[in-house]
């Protein structure tokens, strides 16, 4: 599986827009990019996917670079409750890919 | 709607023992997985189940199995446990099994303590 690489923690203040970054170098044409976010004590939780295009959802934003070889998810506002471990994986949209692979992911602090 | 739901909660076992974790998926979805997180760490994959067949083992010993049911729940069985088998366990469930676009979900897991 393509690898991704994201910082181990980043701090935000409440209602402040919040850009979490994610590096995929390695990434292949049928990839797809998916971010999902764990709160504390629940399972993880989707929140976005995208291919090429930048891509919006009622929780956030997907802007995808041109290259593909990084992305960014966007929280417009952030609020104590996004606080969390935030995913980005790579998953192949080609053959039988039926798993995936979860790195150590973003730990998001929000401040009141 | 349910979500994926998930039982026991928790547990506790003594090493040596045997664990089944269960499983019902949101309605209507076809597939399930199982994932292992320990305390720190990303999940990671054990099995995924697709229309009752095994599509997908992950880099877990024999001591772990699982199976799917006709209505589509699963049961993940761990036998001879050990320490190091304590963990979270995550269920997942989506509509179909694969594809780069598919969306798992969660349910908020089983925490089990081995002693």
């Known amino acids: 599986d393509a690898k991704t690489t994201q910082p181990n923690s980043m701090e935000s203040n409440e209602e402040e827009p919040v850009h979490l970054p994610c590096n995929h170098s390695?990434?292949?044409?049928?990839?797809?990019i998916h971010w999902y976010r764990q709160l504390p004590s629940q399972g993880p939780e989707y929140v976005i996917h995208g291919l090429t295009s930048n891509v919006n959802n009622r929780m956030a934003s997907l802007a995808i670079a041109e290259d593909r070889k990084s992305s960014t998810l966007i929280l417009h506002r952030a609020t104590l409750r996004d606080a969390a471990v935030y995913y980005c994986?790579?998953?192949?949209?080609?053959?039988?890919?039926?798993?995936?692979?979860f790195g150590k992911g973003t730990l998001l602090t929000v401040n009141p | 709607d349910a979500g994926v739901t998930q039982s026991p909660t928790h547990l506790i076992k003594t090493r040596g023992q045997h664990v089944t974790l269960r499983c019902s998926p949101i309605s209507g979805h076809k597939s399930v997985s199982w994932y292992q997180q320990v305390l720190g760490q990303g999940p990671q994959f054990i099995f995924q189940?697709?229309?009752?067949?095994?599509?997908g083992r992950g880099n877990f010993p024999d001591r772990f199995s699982a199976r799917q049911f006709p209505n589509y729940s699963s049961e993940l069985n761990v036998n001879a446990l050990l320490l190091g088998d304590s963990a979270l366990y995550l269920c997942?469930?989506?509509?179909?099994?694969?594809?780069?676009?598919?969306?798992?979900?969660f349910g908020a897991g089983s925490r089990l303590t081995v002693l």
């Open positions: 189940y697709y229309e009752k067949e095994e599509r």
């Open positions: 997942a469930s989506s509509f179909t099994g694969a594809r780069g676009a598919n969306v798992l979900t």
């Open positions: 994986i790579l998953r192949d949209g080609g053959g039988s890919n039926y798993k995936l692979t």
């Open positions: 390695t990434i292949s044409g049928t990839d797809y």
